[in-house]
């Protein structure tokens, strides 16, 4: 059974420290994806994942994908209040065109 | 342009009664997801669209749910005798799906169905 799993679930933090969100995923695939979700709304794309090796950034935020080690991450720069948001992966995989997801990562970034 | 869009945005209704939840996705996307999600919880997969048919229904709970999407375009959601169960936001997402290349999802703003 593929499994996407996401550490940590829920993550507390002060506004200028560093961290990462981990998505380990259990079956081959080159193709992984981060979406925002802010309460109560929808989810947002944030980056599309489709190479190994693949980086991106947006601001604050960056992601990578090894597809070697079926690790994606995503790193937060200098936190700021606005990135309080539940955080998910989904894995796209060959055979399927579902993706499958993460359970989220709750961040919560306090001024 | 325009995204997906969903209507309504809310919906409460009675136990025992039937619901459509409408989804507009994005002009010349072909494929098609509706999802459930509750507090705190990923999206769950309910079923999904290539172009008018329905390629995967196996994420819907039971016969009460049933969805369409007649001329490829826009889908609509049906709960028949619905359950306190049921309540969830329900989420819909297009994407220009093609196979082994790219799958991003776009999701529209869900309905958050309420039942009493």
């Known amino acids: 059974e593929l499994k996407v799993e996401q550490n940590p679930l829920f993550l507390s933090m002060q506004e200028g420290k560093n961290y990462t969100i981990y998505c380990n995923y259990s079956?081959?695939?080159?193709?992984l994806y981060w979406y925002r979700q802010d309460p109560g709304k929808s989810l947002e794309s944030l980056f599309v994942?489709?190479?190994n090796g693949a980086v991106k950034q947006e601001g604050r935020l960056m992601a990578s994908l090894d597809t070697k080690a079926r690790l994606s991450t995503l790193h937060i720069t200098a936190a700021v209040h606005d990135l309080s948001a539940t955080y998910f992966c989904a894995v796209d995989m060959d055979s399927n065109y579902q993706l499958i997801w993460g359970a989220g990562t709750k961040l919560i970034i306090k001024p | 342009g325009a995204g997906v869009s969903q209507t309504p945005s809310n919906k409460v209704t009675e136990k025992g009664k039937y619901v459509e939840l409408r989804c507009d996705p994005i002009?010349?996307?072909?494929?098609l997801y509706w999802y459930r999600q509750s507090l705190g919880q990923g999206p769950e997969f309910l079923i999904y669209?290539?172009?008018?048919?329905?390629?995967?229904d196996s994420g819907l709970p039971n016969d009460r749910f049933f969805a369409v999407r007649p001329e490829g375009s826009v889908s609509t959601l049906k709960i028949q005798r619905t359950e306190r169960g049921d309540s969830a936001v329900y989420l819909c997402?297009?994407?220009?799906?093609?196979?082994?290349?790219?799958?991003?999802?776009?999701f529209g703003p869900g309905t958050r169905l309420t039942v009493l």
């Open positions: 994942l489709l190479s």
């Open positions: 669209f290539q172009g008018t048919g329905a390629a995967d």
């Open positions: 997402a297009s994407s220009s799906y093609l196979a082994g290349v790219n799958n991003e999802q776009f």
């Open positions: 002009s010349g996307h072909t494929a």
């Open positions: 079956t081959t695939s080159d193709r």
